[in-house]
């Protein structure tokens, strides 16, 4: 699925657009993960949890919960928000 | 055969014959918004700026190998990211990025763990130890990396005992950039013997690297009105030992200046011989790298709401040279008065060199020196971003 990725996390990805695979949003930041070593925890906290400044959406719905499930045909956004100056 | 001894040379030459061969120097400065070296030639007297690096990420420490003369570890995160630690192998010219940077346990099911918010200090471990690094973080936590900070792993002994979660409070209950954990300090000789300090939290020594920890709090203040027996009410803001008699330490506490001269485990408050207008609360303490006697600290107003300024305005550097007895003012060259920059805890340093140069970095972006222990200073660098550490190192 294609994953629209953050100014901030392009020095991972080189580019605005990323590629993975999963059956649900855990899964699919694992799979960019092997292909981005450590954008994950740049994201996702050791509990698991997305960071207070990152906001995920999914065919333009927030999704909070890790377990949302994803198809191939799912566009995710996500976003580097309200973090101040 | 008694060594025949040299008659002493007088004045400048005295100095001249007594001076370490110099070598050049970089000042490592972490920002609010990026890091700068800062390379100094052999006299301390010109500087090039090597910057930024990593533009707009917030840099909490950033610190030289001692070992190898050539790694660097910076502790990063950004206002959006998690945090992480950033190493380089060849002074800067490129960074790689941890593999594992510090993070806390995962939690058990049902129970709320905590999240690592910035990695806050950062220690190479004893020079017999190539590759070990010590780490603090925010919220408090103290780790350990055994390949050069490439990966990290938790100290479960601090992270995970329930009377250590407990005198760490919660984050509210700290600072208020978030509680840390800091000074880890391996004593030269032994890399077994640790220290660490947490605000709040109070000061901890291990014997057995780390395994079992000991309070060390007998002697030192905490607000009036609260019980100096809990851990919780202490806050340690900086702590040093002294490379020439690592016996003994100083402190910077929330609540005056102290020394502690081991084996005892009683601090006594050398800062009630600072000037009574000035007062003994500041952030950041250097020790002189050859005389156990000498330290310098950098005041900051206290008083009524804390305003976290330099007293009146008018910014100082004050030196002991009798272990705490007596305090003399060093503000030549610095702002006389309308200067409401202070210094924060990891923005003080101080060289090898003879004499040694001092260096600080200020909350308004300003790096200032003095390459003659603090009696005259010199404005190296301005227009930076709020300077959260100064590092210096020698250049191998």
Sequence with gaps: MKVIVPSALRSYTERGEAEASGATLAAMLVDLDRQYPGIRFRMIDEQDRIRRHIRIFVNGDQVRDLSQPLVATDEVIIVQALSGG | ?????????????????????????????????????????????????????????????????????????????????????????????????????????????????????????????????????????????????????????????????????????????????????????????????????????????????GRTWALLLKGLDVVEGFDKAQPSFHDPHCIRICPSNPDRLYQQNHCGIYRLDRPSDTWARIGKNMPERVGDIGFPLVVHPRDADTAWVFPMDGTTVWPRTSPEGRPAVYATRNGGKTWQRLDAGLPAKQAWWTVKRQAMTGDAADPVGLYFGTTSGELWMSRDEGRRWTCIARHLPEIYSVEVAELK
């Design chain 2, 1 to 209: 055969m008694a060594r025949k001894l040299r008659k002493p040379a007088a004045g400048k030459k005295a100095a001249a014959a007594r001076a370490r061969p110099q070598r050049r120097v970089v000042v490592l400065v972490a920002t609010r918004k990026g890091a700068w070296l800062y390379h100094g030639d052999a006299a301390r007297k010109t500087w090039r700026a090597d910057g930024p690096h990593f533009l707009g990420h917030i840099i909490s420490h950033v610190v030289l190998d001692p070992r190898d003369g050539r790694t660097l570890l910076a502790a990063a995160k950004t206002g959006h990211l998690g945090p992480t630690v950033f190493r380089s192998t060849d002074l800067g010219r490129t960074w790689k990025e941890a593999a594992q940077p510090p993070a806390f346990a995962k939690a058990a099911d049902g129970e709320k763990g905590r999240s690592v918010d910035h990695t806050f200090w950062l220690t190479p471990a004893h020079a017999n130890e190539p590759g070990v690094w010590y780490a603090g973080t925010s919220p408090q936590g103290l780790f350990r990396s055994g390949d050069g900070g490439v990966t990290w792993k938790p100290f479960s002994s601090i992270n995970d005992d329930p009377q250590y979660r407990k005198w760490m409070g919660t984050v509210q209950d700290g600072t208020p950039d978030g509680p840390k954990l800091h000074s880890i300090i391996v004593d030269p000789r032994d890399p077994a013997h640790l220290y660490f300090a947490m605000s709040g939290g109070g000061v901890h020594e291990s014997v057995d690297g």
